[in-house]
């Protein structure tokens, strides 16, 4: 087609729009671009004219994409939406692009017109108006990134593409509002989307989805090449901000999901990234998460077990109970005590394990309160049992470190020991030794003056942790509870006898007692009898059980 078809003045008028403007014919072929697509897409219009528009085309869109805008075209004559193109230097860039049809000297053409919707400064045109951009940063807005992300993930044959999202949230962004008010708060926001479109390259997209809250497509075809990024943009956040002289330093947590190894569907690409920006906030914030299934499981489980625990725990008591597991005399299999384990049964998870949410319970301090029902459960057999008591055993108490320094946990404690003390039974607390390395002086002042009152202290799960020899002296301890871990070795052919007899002459050094915990076979019940260990509990004795006469019954070792 001639191009004459178009009079001077008309050109003039296509060639000053600051938009992109090409006319094609419908075979098609390219008959006129305006000066705005030679700068866009850096084809001169020597070049263009005469060939296809597929010369611009990034080969980031299959053929179905292609065919469904023809579809559209034809029945509608107008086809709006995001486009991946190729300028002439090889850069890959996203437009949006408009093409309608219009009839010139009775023959169909189509007219495209786009713009560079990447690059910041050709946002000249006020598209806030259009709802697809963010006025405050001018970022694109969440629409605006959900169609540039319907049309990367979307209608790909020959796919070369391989890119990440990333989900970007500020830390603590809502403490910087409050603190200096909105106004820096929207300044540090723009700066913000100055400082991460700085690290972005071209051809990657940025956007505002809301509040602190941003989302990118980065070209990167790795893992490695996605975690690099996330350290490049957690480097340019080590400087501070500076609004009215002052500098401000604000830091991001960063999720990021893998085209097409997470997901190969828009929506589940931005949840999953942002599901692992969430873990990177739980992991301490101002780092990257790449997305990982596990890691999420094991989050969405603590989560559902964190929202039911706290119910739970204040509203519905009956669903907490409490099992005890004998201990014994290796020798002469005569109990000697009773550790109290505690239950819960949900009415929707189930009986949950305690190893699940006891530390869910210690992290989110709820353990005070669970110890109480703990306490109660107990309180309630011992008052109500409908058996004679022996006198002169144990019964042990599992106790957080942390709750120990709690105000009410002494009179607690001395509400406990009228109890046992009616039975002439001892109080003994077990400690986790992992809990003891966090809190040294405080707890063991703590320690000393329970211990003062007669209340015996032990160490449970002894080997897990980093106790050192001088440490645990200076520690008023009782009893170590040799961990099941240590005790597992002891049955193999070749059995590891090494650890728990050093453990084992440690302790008689220090006058301690020792239990060994877990025992769950002849063979071990014997080494540890030949190494001089005089208490045990485990499978092989008794499993946790309800509350009944049955708990007392001494074993016949000699079957
Ligand atoms: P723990 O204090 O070391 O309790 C012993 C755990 O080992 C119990 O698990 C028990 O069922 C299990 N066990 C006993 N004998 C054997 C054996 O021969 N083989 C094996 N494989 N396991 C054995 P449980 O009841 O699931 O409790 C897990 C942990 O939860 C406890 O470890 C304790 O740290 C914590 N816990 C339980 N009840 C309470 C409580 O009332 N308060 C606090 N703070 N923690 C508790
Ligand atoms: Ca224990
Ligand atoms: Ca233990």
């Known amino acids: 087609m001639d191009t004459g078809i178009l009079d001077r003045e008309f050109k003039a008028l296509v060639d000053a729009h600051p938009r992109a403007m090409m006319l094609a014919t419908q075979e098609p072929r390219i008959v006129y671009v305006n000066r705005a697509f030679q700068q866009v897409t850096g084809y001169d219009a020597d070049t263009v004219v005469g060939e296809k528009p597929s010369v611009l085309s990034s080969g980031y869109h299959g053929r179905d994409f292609y065919r469904s805008m023809w579809r559209q075209?034809?029945?509608?004559?107008?086809?709006?939406?995001?486009?991946?193109?190729?300028?002439?230097?090889?850069?890959?860039?996203?437009?949006?692009?408009?093409?309608?049809?219009?009839?010139?000297?009775?023959?169909q053409c189509y007219v495209g017109t786009f713009m560079d919707v990447g690059d910041l400064a050709a946002m000249d045109e006020k598209l806030a108006s259009l709802a697809y951009y963010d006025v405050l940063t001018r970022l694109p807005n969440r629409h605006l990134f959900q169609a540039f992300l319907e049309s990367r993930t979307g209608q790909q044959d020959h796919s070369p593409a391989h890119f990440s999202v990333l989900y970007l949230d500020l830390d603590f962004f809502k403490e910087v509002n409050d603190l200096h008010g909105h106004a820096k708060g929207d300044e540090l926001l723009v700066q913000v989307a100055q400082r991460l479109h700085s690290v972005l390259r071209k051809g990657d997209v940025l956007a505002r989805l809301s509040g602190d809250e941003f989302a990118a497509i980065i070209e990167v075809d790795s893992m490695a090449g996605t975690e690099a990024f996330c350290e490049r943009i957690l480097n340019a956040f080590k400087e501070p901000f500076v609004v009215n002289d002052e500098p401000h330093y604000i830091s991001l947590s960063i999720g990021a999901s893998l085209f097409p190894l997470h997901a190969d569907e828009d929506r589940s690409l931005l949840e999953?990234?942002?599901?692992?920006?969430?873990?990177?906030?739980r992991m301490g914030r101002f780092r990257y998460q790449i997305f990982n299934p596990d890691i999420n499981r094991k989050l969405l489980y603590e989560e559902t077990i964190g929202q039911y625990l706290s119910r739970s725990i204040v509203e519905s008591h009956h669903e907490f109970s409490v099992v005890y597991?004998?201990?014994?005399?290796?020798?002469?299999?005569?109990?000697?005590?009773?550790?109290?384990?505690?239950?819960?049964?949900?009415?929707?998870?189930?009986?949950?394990?305690?190893?699940?949410?006891?530390?869910?319970?210690?992290?989110r301090g709820w353990i005070a309160e669970l110890t109480t029902v703990v306490l109660q459960n107990i309180q309630v057999h011992l008052k109500e049992s409908t058996f004679r008591l022996p006198m002169g055993i144990r019964l042990a108490i599992n106790v957080s470190a942390r709750h120990m320094l709690d105000?009410?946990?002494?009179?607690?404690?001395?509400?406990?020991?009228?109890?046992?003390?009616?039975?002439?039974?001892?109080?003994?607390?077990?400690?986790?030794?992992?809990?003891?390395?966090?809190?040294?002086?405080?707890?063991?002042?703590?320690?000393?003056s329970l211990q003062e009152q007669g209340i015996r202290i032990a160490i449970d799960d002894f080997g897990t942790g980093y106790s050192s020899l001088a440490?645990?002296?200076?520690?008023?301890?009782?009893?170590?509870?040799?961990?099941?871990?240590?005790?597992?070795?002891?049955?193999?052919?070749?059995?590891?006898?090494?650890?728990?007899?050093?453990?084992?002459?440690?302790?008689?050094?220090?006058?301690?007692?020792?239990?060994?915990?877990?025992?769950?076979?002849?063979?071990?019940?014997?080494?540890?009898?030949?190494?001089?260990?005089?208490?045990?509990?485990?499978?092989?004795?008794?499993?946790?059980?309800?509350?009944?006469?049955?708990?007392?019954?001494?074993?016949?070792?000699?079957q």
């Open 407 to 448: 105000d009410g946990f002494v009179s607690e404690i001395t509400r406990m020991r009228r109890y046992t003390d009616q039975l002439n039974w001892e109080l003994e607390l077990e400690i986790t030794e992992t809990s003891l390395v966090h809190f040294n002086d405080q707890l063991s002042l703590k320690l000393a």
């Open 471 to 558: 440490y645990l002296q200076s520690l008023p301890v009782n009893v170590l509870k040799i961990d099941r871990s240590f005790v597992a070795r002891l049955n193999q052919q070749q059995a590891d006898i090494t650890l728990v007899r050093a453990i084992l002459a440690m302790a008689h050094a220090l006058n301690l007692e020792v239990v060994a915990e877990g025992v769950e076979n002849e063979p071990q019940r014997l080494i540890l009898c030949q190494l001089d260990c005089k208490h045990g509990q485990g499978f092989l004795f008794a499993k946790p059980q309800r509350w009944s006469e049955q708990l007392f019954h001494a074993l016949d070792m000699d």
């Open 73 to 107: 075209l034809s029945t509608e004559n107008r086809w709006e939406g995001l486009v991946w193109n190729q300028r002439s230097n090889g850069e890959i860039y996203p437009q949006w692009l408009t093409i309608y049809g219009v009839e010139v000297n009775e023959s």
């Open 325 to 363: 597991q004998p201990h014994y005399m290796l020798e002469s299999g005569e109990v000697t005590g009773l550790e109290a384990l505690v239950r819960w049964h949900h009415p929707v998870l189930g009986p949950v394990p305690p190893s699940d949410f006891i530390p869910i319970a210690e992290k």
């Open 272 to 281: 999953k990234a942002d599901q692992a920006m969430y873990s990177a906030k």
